[in-house]
């Protein structure tokens, strides 16, 4: 039995409160329930209940319907869902969404893939069946944040790490096995983030990569990084009353719909932290947002936030590192560095609460070290296994690649279709999904010409090619084209034209925006655009408690139901002007909404527009400045810094000169060291006349540097191919191990610099030792050149150089470059690592190897 009777009381009774919320719906939705069985009504309300807002309006009761008919049917059909506790089955299989990705009709789809490959096994082999198919189907690509829906990815090939695991998570629940997707908000000791996959599977939780199959469960690239971790979160949505009766784990946080869960303890050493705030009376506190953040990408974000209860207390599970609080109430807030390692306990006392601060401080964090007793280690007949069905898995997915358009086959569809070039990166981009970019350019539009049709698909990103239908690119361009010579082409095209606004899936609303308004109110809007958001402001609600943040509501619902996230809103803004033919535009660098005015873009104000005022940074160190990565600079809005996004700002002569609106702002500069501290500096102060500041970029000694990081052992080959163990040749003196790519410029920059320092390199007291990948590397001038300046060079081979990526990750270095080196002492005790491109490394090796 899947629902108790007291837990279906508490969906009905939750379920009526949806219905109130939806009433424009309430008709379909209770239609639909006519037509189904009283299990699946059951289980349709449990979805309802649980929902964030957004998809109560975005998608369809028809839809919801086929998730519970293909989990009824997996529960009667695969054997060991009966084993499956009803909480697990509910949240893990039958729920429809993983993370925030668009919802679509594709389980069954997934089953048909992969049922046959998992008959007879038991459901340990399936799920590691299941992920070698994932691999077979997708592999790891960068892209931007809007999570592509798993059957995009099914078509494209690629995906982030948050695709790859929502569409594995998507493939495991397709037949019948739990799974939910994990992640770090952002890494301690290093400036990215990670998600993975959980699966519950013989009666407890286990964890795998993404499409990154290995022969048994519990391995991965990350375990290392992971045990590193200040937090790991899950989520499960679901009903705020209903919370208690199926979420076992430990809960951060959780508002009416969406529950992040606490996944540390799987990975690392933790200690609960209790943090108590008292009141200016010493009374206990209640509801400050306490904030739990690290340093990452040079700011303060935050990995969880806990509102205090009415003891005043909020409660978090974290790792053995260094975490900064910021809590937060009515604009006035305290900031606290602890580390956990030495914490387990903190008071804030209310009377020492701020409301903005004038202030230059240096601040030290450091991460929790990395215990690897959390890894489970592969046996040599294992690792054989899964290098042999990795590959495998890796030629199934390149053979489905090529059937896409490629360069090699384009050129013919090129000629035989008198396409002009300008089409060509078009499918290309487009993977699996080319015919509905085909379909689109060989449509007959009226008044729209194939000029017309190349600048709407050149307005998307590189994501939206996967995805896009050719309907929704006919009504995009139908409806913008009356108003392409209004404007000049660029601000035609990106802000009239574009269907793409933020992150948001894209959708069709234009026609229906035209028809919505009349013609006196649309006239308003053109003539006065600050109008529009008067009108979304007045007659849209927003409900955060009712919503996942990362959710948005397309414009028609949210014209329909008038209930809606502020980024909905804005979205919203954006689509009626570009629907009237007013070029507007959320601004990446604030998310301010703004619209074309007279040669440029006005902002569109909550609250009375302030007069910009001038800031020049001046660089003092002579430091090369990258936002994101050594700076940023955040304002104080409502007692929290939010970081602006400056990434496209560009210094000149050492300074950068900002226009900002009056107020508090934040500057901190990040220096990370290769043992994954940070050492910060941040700049407090207030700006509300003109001014210079100037700021500098800390350095670590050279101790700071140290990783001392211990690896497994690994296989080389010697000149003989005799089999040979790093452990036997890699001693207890200090030792210089580097990958060769010969021929490519990283390589020939390190062979060089050596030739240059050769006389300091070999008066060092240490081995160096040239890993290849096979004999032909020999013949490269330049490293033959290196050989005869170091005769003691030992040469040894490593084919296709297959350990250098799982080493690389191990020291927290690009896996993705050579030359790997590594700079060990006492036997295979990485001190130091570097890959890829760097300049001035040969002085920095000198350094080291005398320092330890």
Not at 62 to 88: G, Q, R, T
Not at 524 to 545: A, L, M, Q, R, V
Request: hydrophobic share 35%; charged share 30%; aromatic share 12%.
């Amino acid at each position: 039995m899947l629902f108790s009777n007291e837990l279906k009381r508490i969906i009905d009774n939750d379920f009526q409160e949806v219905l109130e919320l939806v009433k424009y719906k309430e008709k379909e939705i209770l239609t639909g329930l006519d037509r189904c069985s009283e299990e699946e009504q059951d289980c349709i309300k449990f979805l309802y209940t649980c929902m964030p807002l957004s998809d109560i309006a975005n998608y369809s009761f028809d839809m919801y319907l086929k998730y519970v008919k293909h989990s009824l049917f997996l529960k009667e059909n695969i054997s060991w869902c009966e084993k499956i506790p009803a909480d697990i089955f509910l949240k893990y299989v039958m729920f429809y969404r993983v993370n925030n990705e668009n919802i679509e009709d594709c389980r069954t789809t997934f089953y048909n893939c992969i049922i046959d490959r998992i008959k007879n096994k038991s459901m340990t082999e399936s799920v590691t069946e299941v992920n070698y198919w994932c691999l077979e189907q997708a592999t790891y690509q960068t892209t931007d944040e809007r999570t592509a829906s798993p059957l995009t990815v099914l078509r494209s090939a690629y995906g982030r790490c948050g695709e790859e695991s929502t569409f594995t998570v998507t493939a495991l629940r397709s037949v019948g096995i739990p799974a939910r997707q994990v992640y770090v908000p952002r890494w301690s000791h290093c400036d990215d983030n990670h998600a993975w996959v959980e699966v519950w599977c013989d009666g407890k939780w286990n964890y795998l990569g993404a499409c990154e199959p290995e022969p048994v469960l519990n391995v991965g690239w990350f375990t290392a990084a992971a045990s590193r971790a200040m937090l790991i979160n899950g989520r499960v949505f679901t009903s705020f009353n209903n919370i208690d009766m199926i979420v076992t784990e430990e809960v951060i946080s959780k508002n009416d719909k969406a529950a992040l869960i606490n996944s540390l303890d799987t990975y690392a050493d933790t200690k609960k932290l209790q943090v108590k705030v008292i009141d200016f009376n010493h009374n206990p506190m209640e509801k400050v947002k306490v904030r739990f953040e690290v340093l990452n990408y040079a700011e303060f974000f935050p990995v969880a936030t806990v509102v205090t209860d009415k003891e005043g207390i909020a409660e978090i599970t974290l790792g053995l590192g260094d975490i900064y609080i910021h809590a937060v109430k009515d604009n006035r807030y305290i900031n606290r560095l602890l580390d956990i390692r030495k914490t387990t306990s903190i008071i804030l006392d209310w009377n020492e609460s701020i409301t903005d601060e004038v202030i230059t401080e240096d601040i030290d964090i450091y991460p929790p070290v990395d215990n690897m007793s959390y890894a489970v280690r592969l046996t040599e007949s294992q690792k054989e296994y899964g290098k042999k069905r990795f590959e495998q898995s890796n030629n199934v997915r390149k053979v489905k690649e090529s059937q896409y358009y490629n360069n090699d086959n384009i050129d013919e569809l090129l000629k035989d279709n008198n396409y002009t070039i300008e089409v060509k990166d078009f499918f290309v981009k487009s993977k699996g999904n080319y015919l509905e970019i085909k379909e689109f350019i060989d449509s007959d539009i009226d008044n729209c010409n194939t000029q017309d049709k190349i600048r709407l698909l050149s307005s998307l990103v590189d994501k939206d090619y996967t995805d896009i239908t050719c309907e929704k690119l006919k009504e995009h361009l139908i409806y913008s084209n009356v108003y392409k010579n209004n404007f000049q082409e660029d601000i035609f095209v990106d802000y009239i034209m574009s269907p793409r606004i933020h992150f948001e899936m894209i959708t069709n609303y234009r026609k229906f925006i035209l028809d919505y308004f009349d013609e006196k109110t649309k006239e308003e809007f053109i003539n006065h655009p600050i109008k529009i958001w008067d009108y979304i402001d007045t007659y849209i609600n927003e409900i955060g408690s009712m919503e996942y943040r990362p959710l948005i509501t397309n414009p028609v619902e949210l014209i329909r139901m008038k209930k809606g996230s502020n980024l909905s809103k804005k979205i919203l803004f954006v689509a009626i002007c570009r629907s009237l033919g007013i070029p507007a535009r959320i601004d990446k660098e604030n998310m301010e909404i703004q619209y074309y005015n007279d040669n440029e873009f006005v902002n569109v104000k909550y609250v009375i527009q302030k007069d910009l005022v001038k800031l020049t940074i001046n660089d003092e160190d002579n430091t090369n400045w990258i936002y994101w990565l050594n700076w940023t600079i955040g304002k104080l809005n409502n007692g929290v810094y939010e970081t602006l996004d400056f990434v496209d700002r560009k210094w000149v002569d050492n300074k950068l000169v900002l226009e900002l609106e009056p107020g508090n702002y934040r500057i901190i500069t990040s220096n990370r060291m290769p043992n994954g501290s940070v050492f910060t500096r941040e700049y407090c102060f207030v700006l509300f006349v003109e001014r210079e500041l100037g700021i500098s970029l800390r350095q670590g000694k050279l101790e700071d540097m140290f990783k001392n990081i211990e690896i497994n052992d690994f296989s080389l080959y010697d000149s003989d191919n005799n089999k040979v163990l790093a452990k036997d040749i890699i001693d207890d003196n200090k030792n210089i191990v580097i990958w060769i790519e010969e021929g490519k410029e990283p390589t020939e920059h390190v062979l060089n610099e050596m030739l240059e320092h050769q006389e300091a390199l070999s008066r060092l007291s240490c081995n160096i030792t040239f890993i290849l990948r096979d004999k032909q590397a020999l013949t490269n001038n330049t490293l033959n050149k290196t050989l005869e300046a170091f005769p003691d060079i030992k040469i040894y081979y490593d084919e296709g150089a297959s350990n250098a990526e799982p080493i690389s990750r191990r020291v927290y270095v690009d896996p993705d470059k050579l030359p790997l080196i590594l700079l060990t002492n006492n036997g295979l005790n990485v001190v130091y690592a570097f890959s890829g491109y760097n300049v001035g490394l040969s002085d920095l090796i000198i350094k080291i190897i005398e320092a330890i």
